[in-house]
């Protein structure tokens, strides 16, 4: 079976690396396409992981838009689909690269398989543009990975065919255990690491925070930074924030926060650098959505800067906790975990055990 592995954003490319690679061990033909719709951040993971792609689309552009960027897409991906005649082509999650590339393939009468499926707010706002591009992959989809039970039965609810349905966890937990694997390797020193080390103060919680939705840029990105300026009067606290490069982030973010005591504004980091960080925070304050699926397997509080969350598993398990982008709300809900976390009492991570690369592999191997 002829196997092409399509994405484009860093998030894409952490989730698709691990079966990437268990493709590769078990001696199926596959082949790489990245649209590169993050350059900068993607190309960090893909050293990372060990992945030279097949073909870089290198479709980023400065300010480009959805439309602009979809019919990109549209159009290269016919030239590849029609150079490779792959069996298969393999997507992932909820990126405008993902939709665009299903069609693609529709197009030309080529399989889908649709990796980390399911997941829902049934809001088309939030998350803006994934929901429907969720939505649009499982119309078009032949094959759908679930990432847990209740992706599963979103699908079964739409109409998707059981058969064509198969749950295996989500691959963010095989990467995320590769990843801290090789970072407690001794033999492997990242200077990024080395260097953040020096900066935090070991005798403060660590308040890690990252935004970059859509959805919050404006006054929800605002909101968010007057609640770390309230967290930061805490002499027990330094928040560390990788600025995303987004110019409605950073912009923002900098103006607001720059120069403020007990804030570390840093740079977007890399993957295992960002692991790291994890693992040395006390709560993690983001609106991204691999976060609140890794964090649980560290052991870390999630509170959630979005009203409605795809991933309402870790919430009903009590790993994360939705705000939005109410000042108040983040404020207090920070503040109450900084004076009464003490660990998880559950520790099972709902987004699985880091064993979906093989499950989805062994589902393919029985269909060659």
Known sequence: MKILICFGTRPEAIKMAPLYHELLQNNFEVKVCVTAQHRQMLDQVLDFF??????????????????????????????????????????????????????????????????????????????FPEEINRQITSKIADLHFTPTSAATQNLLMEGIASISIVETGNTVIDALLWTINKIQDKKYVLDEIEALRLKLNSNKKIVLVTGHRRENFGEGIKNLCAALLEIAQREDVIVVYPVHLNPNVKVVVHELLSQQQNILLIPPVSYPTFVWLMQQSFLIVTDSGGIQEEAPTLGKPVVVTRSVSERPEGVIA???????????????????????????????????????????????????
Do not use: C
């Open 318 to 368: 009590g790993f994360s906790t939705l705000v939005g982008t109410n000042r108040i709300k983040i404020v207090k809900a920070i503040n109450t975990i900084l004076d009464n976390f003490n660990g998880f009492d559950n520790q099972d991570n709902p987004y699985g055990v880091g064993k979906a690369s093989v499950q989805i592999v062994d589902y393919l191997l029985k269909q060659q």
């Open 50 to 127: 060990n992945i030279s792609p097949d073909y870089d689309l290198d479709l980023m552009q400065p300010n480009q838009t959805l439309n602009g960027l979809s019919s990109r897409i549209l159009s290269e991906m016919d030239i590849v689909l029609s150079l490779e005649k792959p069996d298969l082509v393999l997507v992932h999650g909820d990126t405008t690269s993902s939709a665009m590339i299903a069609l693609a393939a529709f197009h030309l009468g080529i399989k889908i398989g649709h990796i980390e499926a399911g997941l829902r707010t049934y809001n088309k706002q939030a998350p």
